[in-house]
């Protein structure tokens, strides 16, 4: 089993950023992808961006340019820095860990954190 927790959600103006953190424990296996996706009020939940244990990231074409995936591998903790927030970012942002076995692949979600773009 993995655990996620999230934190750094929170109430920003357009324009302004916001760092997302995602810190996982438990069973993460050796071949992993961590990443952030999100859902707005109304929409389906899409890719915001992953990051391999590898370091090969993937971000979804909108958003490459403002939002910037990182990763401490020592404390297999996950970053979103996203800049230049508008009121579309606006959504519950959901920290995602995958893990590839021999035999199998899982995957893990976590709670949420709210993310509201709004003057």
């Known amino acids: 089993q993995v655990q996620l927790v999230e934190s750094g959600g929170g109430l920003v103006q357009p324009g302004g950023s916001l760092r997302l953190s995602c810190a996982a424990s438990?069973?993460?296996?050796?071949?992993?992808?961590m990443g952030w996706y999100r859902q707005a009020p109304g929409k389906q939940r899409e890719l915001v961006a992953t990051?391999?244990?590898?370091?090969?990231?993937n971000y979804a074409a909108s958003l490459k340019g403002r939002f910037t995936i990182s990763r401490d591998y020592a404390k297999n903790t996950v970053y979103l820095q996203m800049n230049s927030l508008k009121p579309e970012d606006t959504a519950d942002y959901y920290c995602?860990?995958?893990?590839?076995?021999?035999?199998?692949?899982?995957?893990?979600w976590g709670q949420g954190t709210q993310v509201t773009v709004s003057s």
């Open positions: 995602n860990v995958r893990c590839w076995y021999v035999d199998n692949q899982r995957e893990y």
């Open positions: 990051i391999t244990n590898t370091g090969r990231t």
């Open positions: 438990g069973s993460i296996s050796s071949s992993n992808a």
